[in-house]
């Protein structure tokens, strides 16, 4: 079955740079999309990025345009996010998401990594 590993959360001050990784893996894995997602205590869960992966067409909340960054290795079935200039309101649990085809929905996700900026 597909798997996603995230990694690279982290405590951090504001301001900082974290990296995140997400890795694909398993049998039949495939992705027409992947994109990132972030859930803080007692919230809902929101978009905060997304690329597809034939193309790299990229998208970015408001949030955090200009100070993310999407990217994708296709040979490594990974989808990375640099976060750049970190803000306590960046704080929450990111998860990645694979959409397996055009007419999928978001159908499989990693567990998780959690990103705790402080002031």
């Known amino acids: 079955q597909v798997q996603l590993v995230e990694s690279g959360g982290g405590s951090v001050q504001a301001g900082d740079s974290l990296r995140l990784s997400c890795t694909g893996s398993?049998?039949?894995?495939?992705?027409?999309?992947m994109g990132w997602f972030r859930q803080a205590a007692g919230k809902e869960r929101d978009t905060v990025a997304a690329?597809?992966?034939?193309?790299?067409?990229?998208w970015y909340a408001n949030a955090v345009k200009g100070r993310f960054t999407i990217s994708r290795d296709t040979a490594k079935n990974t989808v990375y996010l640099q976060m750049n200039n970190l803000k306590p309101e960046d704080s929450a649990v990111y998860l990645c998401?694979?959409?397996?085809?055009?007419?999928?929905?978001?159908?499989?996700w990693g567990q998780g990594t959690q990103v705790t900026v402080s002031s």
């Open positions: 690329i597809s992966w034939g193309r790299g067409e990229t």
């Open positions: 398993g049998r039949g894995f495939s992705s027409w999309a």
């Open positions: 998401a694979t959409q397996s085809g055009i007419n999928t929905g978001y159908d499989y």
